[in-house]
């Protein structure tokens, strides 16, 4: 596969403004001067600037309607407005829970909508122009259709455009095309925005701007809106998908049966009793509703996001925390992730015998030379001595030539003439041993040049093309290495010993690629060619599935090989610093970008490691662990009160009898039972492996646990019926006490392995329902009457059966979840 150039005029018919232009060069002799000002108008009028498109594609209104206009929340808002026309104050405190919701979605969602909004590939803040004959500094959106630009080396090109000529010019495309080498721009030649000037300099006219510009339409798909795969927000949304499929019909039976035990509808409407049923249905329908739970798994992100701030990792969205503590293969880009993207000079390896005088000298002058370029300047920190000499002639290195060349004369203590290139380039075909010691040198991931001399000054050919002496003959082999990040090792190790796969993916070359690889731990190993990759998803799949390292990737390949991935069952994270890696970070479960990446690499990653440290990544891995079992910890109390809520609502229901709950008691005891010691549970250390299925393993202990709770209290509800002692307040005063403690005895469960942090919030959350039972304010507010003594025993022999209950579910539950994880990994069993 290879990159397809965009087309040259945006895609749009001529307008008279472009039909007027003149995109030749000028005549020979003619020198350029750019637009007029009335020319820039006309353009700039036209719509021909370089300002890209802002549109979202998402509205405000859409994010507003999505997390505030549900079903859930208009049964919750019905709710609470009843309760406040009823007067009814004291029992609508969960009102203000459901609205913290809504606001954390919206923000949430709302500030993703901002950062793509702001996608924007170019660092560079100004672009250089010739406008009416003079150059000028202008902001890169005032750019206008073809202006003509003047490059120079350090410059970002600003707009795509046509070179008009060319000095030398090489330009850097690594964040477009993700190929390392510079790319050498003749007269003619088409410029990229996003690419940089490595060496050389020239002029050039725009011919695309703004959205028609090929990295704009590279990062188009980039600005879709999408928030990241998380397996805990997905099983919620699951969980209030099925609560709002059951809250009408419950509802119905719930406001049955408190009609019903009024007296019956005609009963409670002409006496006005039926606003005690209401709010006996209020609560049975709040109580189904785990209000606290979504909060608080925003909260649990939330916290682990500003930890992870202070070790300078930004989290552009809370769910990214989860999911990279989630994901079993790592794609990794060469350049910017596993090297800093610079290269480092390595070794000398003399090939003659007989080294001529003054070669380190000459060394030394390729890399002061102030045209050279990247690889060349590595030299001057093991070749401190040259830059005083002075040439007869030089050559200047070129990507079409693959060699740089210098001649001293008599005078120089480096007389003669010197050649620093490409070894293939350079030497003759004679110098077989030579050229295959180079090969060997490059299998190993390396850069190598040749150094060589010769006694005969530079020819010149009949076009003008400089030619190479004759009589070379290579005096030593130059390797360069590319820097790898120190922490790249020991977080790669890191990520195997966790069972996450590792994939390099990259522009350059297969074996280059393979020679990082194997410095950064992973062995031997070979690299393969992405123009061998198969466009099929499934047979991409399996090749993926058996090779590790891939070079001469394109940008559309990596975002096929995240698919590919993906389709296999994989949860893919994906780390890049270029415009080439946008694509596949934007379908990847988790985008990783470093702070030194491009703008628009940065806005549509999850994470950005500000400092660049790639040893970050274990932290993140931390968090994500903390977050999801403590949520799975916290989910199960929530889920078992909504259990609860639901048998009792139908069992109540459907044997008319009233509602044992006020809304008010139910949310004192959720919150002393659930709501505080969760928000504790939620953000204390938990290294626990990720293992999938947090829904079902919460699912398959909650819904027995709210039966065991719910067969407790009408257990005591018939005990009560038939002892017919006790009045109502006293009854509901029981049955509180019994829901209360065995609530207690399930934070207890789901709190093992017990700490004393732990212990410590088991314990207070025991006072506060102590105090919720004896101290007269609270007794008042909530309506609790001291229930006889028979009643009080029948209530502790519920408790004691309930506990009971829940320590027997416990036990099933551990050995449930020690042998499905024996199954799923048997080598660790053993």
Known sequence: MTRTPPSRNNDRPLNPVQQDR??????????????????????VASGLTNTPSTVSSRSGWSILRDNVLTLFNG???????????????????????????????????????????????????????????????????????????????????????????????ELDESLLTGESDPVEKAAGSEILAGSSVVSGHGRARVTRV?????????????????????????????????????????????????????GGWETAISTGSWRTGAVGAVAAVIAMVPLGLVLLTSVAFAVAGVRLSRQQVLVRELAAVEGLARIDMLCLDKTGTLTDGTIAFDDVHTVSERLPAGWKKALGWFGFEPNANATARCLTTAFAEGKELKPISAVPFSSHRK?????????????????????????????????????????????????AFATTPLAVEALGEV???????????????????????????????????????????????????????????????????PENLEELGVVLEARTVFGRVTPAQKRQMIL?????????????????????????????????????????????????RFDRLPSVVAEGRRAIANIERVSMLYLAKTSYAVVLSVVFGALLWGFPFLPRQLSVIDGLTIGIPAFFLALMSNGRRYRPGFLKRSLSFAIPAGIIVATAIASLHVYAEIADDATADSRRTASLITLALIALWILVVASRPLSLRRLLIIGSAYVGVALVFTVPISTSFL????????????????VVSGAIAIEMLACVHRRRLAATGRSRHPEQAR
């Open 210 to 262: 703004g959205d028609g510009s090929f990295v704009s339409r590279l990062t188009v798909e980039a600005k879709r809106f999408s928030l990241v795969r998380s397996e805990i927000r997905i099983g919620l949304n699951r969980i209030l998908r099925w609560i709002s499929w059951a809250l009408l019909p419950v509802m119905l039976i719930v406001v049955n049966g408190q009609m019903q035990a009024l």
């Open 467 to 533: 030619a190479l002496p004759r009589g070379i003959r290579p005096v030593a082999l130059l390797t360069f290495r590319e820097q790898v990040r120190p922490d790249a090792r020991q977080t790669l190790r890191y990520f195997h010993d966790q069972g996450v796969q590792i994939r390099i993916i990259s522009g350059d070359d297969p074996q280059t690629v393979a020679g990082v690889a194997e410095q950064v731990g992973m062995g031997p190993i070979e690299g393969f060619n992405a123009t061998d990759l």
């Open 75 to 169: 049964i919750v808002a019905g709710s609470f407005a009843l309760l406040l026309v009823l007067g009814q104050w004291q029992d609508a405190l969960f009102g203000f829970a459901a609205v913290g919701n809504s606001v954390i979605g919206v923000v949430q969602e709302y500030r993703a909508k901002r950062l793509l909004d702001s996608l924007a590939v170019l660092n560079s803040p100004k672009a250089r122009v010739l406008r009416d004959g003079r150059v000028t500094d202008i902001p890169v959106a005032d750019v206008v259709m073809d202006d003509i630009l003047l490059l120079r080396a350090g410059d970002q090109v600003s707009a795509d455009a046509h070179a008009l000529d060319s000095e030398g010019l």
């Open 783 to 798: 309506g609790l009457d001291t229930p006889p003594l028979p009643l009080l025993a029948a209530s502790a022999v519920c």
């Open 22 to 43: 003149q995109l030749t060069p000028s005549a020979p002799g003619v020198p350029l001067v750019g637009l007029s000002r009335d020319a820039v108008a006309e353009r």
């Open 403 to 451: 060699w740089s060349a210098v001649s001293f004369g008599a005078s120089s203590d480096a007389v003669g003439t010197w050649i620093l290139g490409a070894p293939e380039f350079v030497l003759g075909v004679t110098e077989t041993e030579t050229l295959a010691r180079a090969a060997c040198l490059a299998a190993e991931g390396k850069r190598t040049l040749v150094i």
């Open 564 to 612: 590919a991935l993906q389709a296999r069952g994989h949860v893919v994270a994906m780390t890049g610093d270029g415009v080439n890696d946008i694509l596949a970070l934007k379908v990847a479960d988790i985008g990783i970008a470093m702070n030194s990446a491009t703008q628009a690499t940065k806005s549509v990653s999850r994470l950005v490691l500000l400092d660049d």
